[in-house]
């Protein structure tokens, strides 16, 4: 689908509370791979990056995902 197009909705991206950052920030399990959940540090916009590096929609990892209360250690 071409981006330009009318069917094609720009979707802002919204800064969550604090509230919600306390609850989503951290390490998340989904589909087998840890996930981190940052901070944009210029907007405060939530990112999600897998254990090898790149981005993850953080709505796909909050969906079909579950937040790891005790991570393991990094080596």
């Not at 071409?2 to 919600?20: G, W």
């Amino acid at each position: 689908m071409d981006p330009n197009s009318s069917l094609c909705r720009n979707i802002p991206r919204v800064v969550p509370t604090r509230e919600h950052q306390d609850a989503l920030l951290g390490i998340w399990e989904y589909r087998g791979e840890m996930i981190r959940f940052l901070t944009e540090p210029d907007t405060g916009v939530l990112v999600a990056f897998s254990s090898e590096g790149y981005r993850i929609n953080p709505i796909r990892v909050i969906s079909g995902g579950s937040k790891m209360d005790n991570p393991p250690e990094k080596d």
